[in-house]
């Protein structure tokens, strides 16, 4: 039998901490400033894993371009 991983779209903090290595400061930073895209539901705050794949990708060709 075959055990499948489903990836969510939507993390929560310590998640995008883990799948980005962010610190918590640095994801509150990049959200507040709307540079990663979030969604509130009540009281939790849900990170966009596509927006901060694109964060990420959009800094590495920062980087390489310098």
């Known amino acids: ?3 499948q991983t489903v990836e969510r ?3 929560t903090y310590p ?9 918590r400061t ?3 930073e990049l959200v507040s ?3 990663v895209t979030a969604a509130r539901v009540g009281r939790a705050v849900r990170i966009s894993r596509r927006s901060l ?5 959009r800094s590495a ?3 390489a371009t310098k």
Do not use: N, P
């Open 15 to 23: 998640e995008a901490q883990r799948y980005a290595g962010l610190g």
């Open 9 to 11: 779209e939507w993390l």
């Open 53 to 57: 794949d694109e964060f990420m990708e």
């Open 61 to 63: 060709t920062e980087i």
């Open 33 to 35: 400033s709307g540079r």
């Open 1 to 3: 039998m075959e055990v």
């Open 26 to 28: 640095k994801l509150w």
